[in-house]
């Protein structure tokens, strides 16, 4: 199964926090792609992950011959499509960048959506950019919605300024789209929220179909009451549907695995073997056949308050 994310990256700032230089990544069979990435450096404003440590929110691009891009001969040889760019920070401080890219396809189903917020215009979010594939008539809707705080998956995320994931779009009564969602075939989503200080608000949602999911399996973590583990908040698989039972008593410190790295360190980090994470997260995710990780802290205001954990 091809999921709707081919590839991610992490970049970091090199000691001297002038520029973004490689960390690691997950490419799959594309690994030309990351022979090409791992000698590159990014400046301020430069490059995909330079755009997003700029701008300071979520950044889109799906047009590849843009100046911001500098990998465009090889993203086109790969396969590639669209990439966006998620950047952390500790309140000003930059720690990383993921960039995760998607490939298209005749088949390929799947949308990338950046939505935006300004308190002073509006308390309405309205979409900014947007990647649609060949979804032609649901990103014409889409360009004309707008979601208050706490209606839609956008909106969602939005009010409980947390990575929000939506399991059964085209069932779910709070998805105020499922009937366009349904004509192309999307049915699950997630969404990350972006709360500035200014007021401004940006909302991601990745939306993806059954036979092209965001990823193989979703997993978010938050700390428990005592901040001295994370426990399971919500999750999808496309094999198991009892994540939430399996992980009741589930407890990950700062030392277990992958995810207890990335909230150590408040860095994103990727394994390219779940067999080699003797966690218990990693002894499940290699049981459902799951290949790769990459976790991903989700801080607000300097704090921690949840780890995505993306499969393939």
């Known amino acids: 199964m091809k999921t709707f994310i081919r590839i991610a990256e992490i970049w970091v700032p090199t000691k001297d926090r002038t520029q973004l230089e490689f960390g690691d990544g997950l490419y ?23 755009w997003a440590w700029a701008a300071g929110h979520p950044v889109i691009m799906t047009k590849f011959e843009d100046s911001h891009f500098k990998r ?68 014409f809707n889409v360009r004309y919605t707008k979601f208050p705080r706490g209606y839609g998956l956008p909106g969602r995320a939005w009010k409980a300024n947390m990575p929000t994931i939506e399991k059964d779009l085209l069932n779910s009564k709070s998805f ?18 972006y709360l500035h200080a200014s007021g401004h608000t940006w909302v991601v949602t990745f939306l993806s179909a059954l036979d092209t999911p965001v990823a193989r399996r979703l997993e978010i973590w938050i700390p428990n009451a005592a901040h001295d583990a994370l426990v399971f908040h919500s999750g999808d698989c496309d094999q198991n549907t009892q994540l939430a039972t399996d992980h ?35 002894r499940s995710a290699a049981a459902a056949g799951m290949n790769a990780v990459l976790a991903m802290p989700f801080i607000h205001a300097g704090q921690l308050k949840a780890v995505i954990a993306w499969y393939f």
Not at 28 to 50: I, K, Y
């Open 28 to 50: 799959g069979p594309l690994g030309e792609f990351r022979s090409v990435s791992q000698g590159m450096r990014f400046g301020f404003d430069e490059g995909l992950p330079g």
């Open 72 to 139: 465009g001969a090889a993203a086109k040889a790969a396969g590639l499509t669209c990439g966006v760019a998620l950047p952390i920070f500790a309140g000003d401080f930059l720690l990383a960048v993921v960039v995760l890219f998607c490939g298209g396809g005749e088949t390929h189903v799947g949308a990338i959506e950046l939505w935006h917020g300004d308190l002073d215009e509006s308390y309405d979010l309205r979409l900014a950019d947007g990647y649609f594939g060949a979804a032609d008539t649901f990103e």
């Open 248 to 282: 009741q008593s589930t407890r990950i410190g700062k030392q277990d695995g992958i995810i207890g790295r990335a909230w150590l360190t408040g860095i994103p980090a990727v394994l390219d073997n779940c067999a080699g994470d003797p966690s218990r997260t990693g």
């Open 176 to 193: 105020l789209r499922s009937q366009q969602a349904a004509e192309i075939g999307i049915n699950r989503g997630l969404g990350i929220p």
